[in-house]
């Protein structure tokens, strides 16, 4: 503001004080929602609110004219109504009972409305988690789905936005595909059938698409790549949306083989390579569904006849007695490592076997088992020294020493990429007496699109509530282990079910986890059925691409490098890289962390950049309920929070950091969130005599001047021990720092540090506290 | 219907014992000024709407015990605000995002313009807006744009003198004026 009272916001002059008032008091109308009993176009009778959405809202309502329910769905003011009237244009033009039907379109006090069928069976998404679903059951059901999706493809459209959000389900059981706010026709289609002529032109006259090419369009986790590359899409995106739905409804369950092929060409990132409609998906699985049933009740007979009479031939080559598997083969019994009969004794047991199909089990009797198996050798082609196919569960049970060595697990040969099956494999480490080493092993399914929901690598204690005797804390250690892709937990480690044991502690050194949904979870015992490791170190290890699943409904377990969860003694890592994950490390309760752990500034993907969405929940350290930890040497790359101090607790933390970097971090350290500290917290960033050396160079990278302002965001109320002395803040600008003295609300000492906070728009938490 | 009328016809409903009659009229008379007042401090329609219609089932519910020592427009003013803090301390102000919700924030149009370039106003404004706390906002909202007295302003904010009203928004107006001169 000028002397002569000309401010300049912005790049505009506005003309004084008042006009400035003027504009910031602005308060344009807005229609207020309609309540229970409005009658909306004159027919439709609100009776309740059923959800929002970014769009606007969805009611439930009642049609005078024909006593029927119907979903209301109101958009807001602007562009969105004319998306509205487009929604419902692409929808009056397709007509199926896999699609939700249409009745009316109009506007209410210069909002559009759609008044559609309503369903009341819920989403998909509320179908899938309401109870266990068997495979055959979802498969069915994305069958209808996808039979849907196709008679809007002949229409001539995209739904561009299918997940299972979107689809309905009736009272019936019948799926609808609904919400069509981002659909638009499609310029050229496949054919949709054999002998069908090539559709050239759109079959119905949509208006043209609202958004040009080269925006991205769609729910990230379910968008095809050329759609995330913001490329022209047609039928084939909707199809590999719903693979990706299917693929991930399916996770975790055993399922034929015949699954995979069909999932690994609708996934395939060329379109050319998918189905070319998706009646030829569904016809691919109509066909094995009705070849299954055709073939149930012989199948049945000869898996009694099997269980009833085993004809297992057995030979023993190196010590394995290895069952040879009839074909097809319904149960295995556990393969078993001989450890008397191995050439070492009880020193070490090799392990050449060619297949792997059930379990390992290494007996109790063995002092010291070593199973070692090399890899897949390209050169000796099917003598691989060790391939697993089908779940399998390898246990180190009963020795007092395992160790596992170079145990190969990644079956790159063309056949069996071309015929992807779904794989299991846990290690289960499970009994307290063993101390465990595992070093080169490779756990890679090498199959992203097919493997899902299953944990890499178990680490337990088993149940040993009978065990009445003391328990000596194993030490089980891990080196050089990689796994992934494609694992929803890439190494689990739990006590078990005792809440007298005292946990085990684990070292992970040289590891790799990649495309796992958690690259390590650690379970406590705060509840007082698990237990934690008494210590957790994991050094020079890797956590990269660590995947943030679509939706949230997981909690903070997405996508997290480290997650530590609850009772934890002693959690240190150092020299660990986390890459792309959600949160780097996140820890709650009573853990104490050590930390000089790297995030990585290299790799920043470009999805990091534009998802707005998941960046708003990231963070590089996360600290839940009172979590102490000492942060040394740290450097926090990018991520829009570098620091999360967890509030809302009785319990106080205590965070003491020292010499990190907070590199271009949108806030550097966020103490509290929504809640507040405990008086007794103390979050120390350094005192006098003790410089922390601490650096924060905040969003210096992005473009966005306001977003870059922010360093500390701490909305405190009660008094805390809060210092920042000695600490370094690089380029943080000197407008920035006037603004923040300039509100001094000083509920906090900050000596020669910084606190800003002023985050515009969708994000925006102020509070400013600050004594220079 | 101008604000005058409007006030007379309610009370007259209400008198006469119509209180339905007096709230829908009430709720369909203010409703849009109300809902744009709660709109611009939350930046987002819809939670105002929520919290609007919040404010209706009070407005209903309490009517009858309302003993017009005030106008009506400043009653639901002040049903509105307190509606506001609740939710806010429910929510903070901090706006959420659902992520069924991402195809929306995704979908926002990529353009190679600056961001400081695009909307630079329009993000300046709203940007100076949420560096004030919700009652400082209220209190220039009703002043400014409502152009209410400063009687008026005190019922909806609650024990707050004119003069104190009049000299916190001196104060607003300073820190406006110096964050503007920041930029």
Request: aromatic fraction near 6%; proline fraction near 6%.
């Amino acid at each position: 503001m000028s002397g002569d009272g000309q401010s300049a916001v912005g790049s505009v002059e506005v003309e004084s004080v008042d006009s400035l008032l003027r504009a910031v008091a602005r308060a344009a109308d807005v229609d207020p929602p309609p309540v229970e009993g409005d009658v909306i176009g004159g027919n439709y009778c609100i009776e309740r609110k059923l959800g929002a959405g970014g769009m606007g809202a969805v009611y439930l309502a009642r049609d005078l004219r024909l006593h029927r329910w119907i979903a209301l769905k109101l958009h807001s003011h602007g562009e969105n109504a004319q998306r509205t009237e487009r929604e419902a244009r692409v929808l009056a033009s397709v007509v199926h009972p896999n699609v939700v039907t249409i009745h009316d379109v109009g506007s209410w006090n210069g909002r559009a409305y759609i008044a559609m069928e309503y369903l009341d069976g819920g989403t998909l998404r509320a179908w899938l988690g309401a109870r266990y679903r068997g495979w055959r059951e979802i498969v069915a059901i994305f069958v209808e789905a996808a039979r849907g999706l196709d008679a809007i493809h002949r229409a001539g459209l995209v739904h561009r936005d299918f997940k299972p959000d979107n689809v309905l389900l009736g009272s019936d059981g019948r799926v609808r595909i609904a919400d069509f706010g981002l659909a638009r026709p499609v310029r050229t289609l496949p054919p949709v059938v054999a002998g069908t002529p090539r559709t050239t032109e759109p079959l119905s006259p949509i208006d043209a698409p609202l958004t040009a090419t080269g925006t991205c369009l769609g729910t990230p986790g379910y968008m095809a790549p050329e759609a995330e590359r913001g490329e022209e899409v047609d039928a084939r995106a909707d199809q590999y949306s719903l693979c990706i739905a299917l693929r991930a409804a399916l996770a975790g369950r055993t399922v034929p083989r015949w699954i995979a092929p069909i999932l690994h060409r609708g996934l395939h990132p060329d379109p050319a390579h998918r189905y070319g409609s998706l009646v030829e998906l569904v016809e691919a699985m109509d066909r094995r569904l009705r070849a299954r049933r055709r073939w149930l009740v012989p199948a049945l007979v000869a898996a009694i006849a099997a269980a009833a009479v085993p004809l297992w031939l057995t030979s023993r080559t190196g010590g394995i007695a290895m069952p040879l598997r009839a074909c097809p083969q319904p149960e295995l019994p556990a393969l078993h490592v001989d450890a008397a009969a191995a050439p070492g004794g009880n020193g070490s047991v090799a392990c050449p076997f060619r297949t792997l199909s059930e379990a390992l089990v290494i007996p109790a009797s063995a002092r010291i088992v070593h199973v070692a198996a090399g890899r897949y050798d390209a050169e000796h082609g099917e003598r691989l020294p060790l391939v697993i196919r089908g779940d399998t569960e390898i246990h180190g049970a009963g020795a007092e020493i395992t160790t596992i060595a170079g145990l190969g697990y990644f079956d790159p040969r063309p056949e069996a990429l071309a015929t992807p099956h779904p794989l299991r494999v846990s290690l289960v480490i499970g009994d307290r007496r063993a101390d465990v080493a595992l070093s080169g092993l490779s756990i890679e399914s090498g199959q992203r699109e097919i493997v899902d929901g299953a944990a890499g690598i178990l680490c337990t204690s088993g149940n040993l509530d009978a065990f009445q005797g003391p328990l000596p804390a194993p030490n089980t250690r891990l080196d050089h282990v990689i796994v992934g892709p494609g694992y929803e937990l890439g190494l689990i480690v739990t006590g078990g079910t005792s809440p007298r044991m005292t946990g085990c502690n684990l070292s992970v050194t040289a590891g790799f986890f990649h495309h796992a949904n958690v690259g390590i979870w650690q379970v406590g015992c705060g509840t007082g059925y698990h237990e934690a490791p008494t210590a957790l170190d994991v050094t020079n290890s890797a956590f990269r691409a660590i995947r943030a699943k679509p939706d949230i409904s997981n909690g903070p377990s997405s996508g997290v490098g480290i997650m530590v969860w609850d009772c934890a003694r002693r959690v240190h890592i150092a020299d660990s890289v986390f890459v792309e994950s959600d949160k780097g490390i996140t820890l709650t309760r009573h853990a104490i962390l050590r930390s000089d752990a790297r995030y990585d500034p290299d790799e920043l993907p470009a999805l990091f950049e534009r998802n707005e969405l998941s960046a708003m929940r990231e963070a590089g350290i996360h600290l839940g309920l009172a979590a102490r930890a000492e942060l040394v040497d740290n450097h926090i790359w990018g991520s829009p929070a570098g620091l999360i101090i967890g509030a809302a607790s009785t319990e106080a933390p205590r965070v003491r950091a020292r010499n990190n970097q907070f590199w271009r971090n949108v806030i550097a350290v966020n103490v509290a969130g929504n809640g507040e500290l405990p008086r007794d917290s103390v979050v120390d960033f350094g005192r006098t005599g003790d410089p922390g050396g601490n650096k924060f160079n905040c969003n210096a990278a992005r473009s966005d001047p306001v977003a870059a302002t922010i360093a500390v965001q701490m909305p405190v109320a009660r008094p805390l021990s809060l210092d920042f002395v000695g600490n370094r803040w690089d380029h943080v600008p000197p407008r920035i720092r006037r603004r923040f003295q300039a509100s001094s609300r000083a509920e906090v000492v900050l000596a020669a540090g910084l606190a800003v906070v002023d985050v515009g728009g969708a994000t925006s938490t102020t509070t400013a506290c600050a004594r220079p | 219907m101008s604000p005058t009328e409007l006030e007379v016809t309610i009370r007259k409903q209400f008198e006469a014992g119509d209180l339905h009659a007096a709230a829908t009229l009430a709720i369909n008379g203010y409703g849009r000024e109300v809902c744009g007042y709660l709109a611009a401090v939350l930046a987002d329609e819809e939670q105002a709407r929520d919290v609007f219609a919040e404010t209706a089932a009070e407005l209903w519910r309490d009517l009858s015990r309302f003993r017009w020592q005030a106008s009506l427009r400043t009653w639901i003013y002040t049903l509105a605000r307190h509606r506001l803090a609740a939710h806010l301390s429910r929510h903070g102000r901090q706006r959420t995002v659902p992520l069924s919700e991402a195809a929306d924030v995704v979908a926002r149009p990529h353009t190679t313009t600056v961001p400081w370039k695009r909307t630079a106003v329009k993000d300046t404004v709203s940007r100076l807006r949420s560096s004030l706390s919700a009652d400082d906002q209220t209190l220039l909202i009703l002043r400014v744009d409502r152009a209410m007295s400063w009687r008026e302003i005190a019922d909806v904010i609650g024990d707050a003198h004119e003069p104190a009203l009049r000299k916190r928004y001196e104060r607003i107006k300073n820190r406006l004026r110096d964050l503007a001169s920041a930029e």
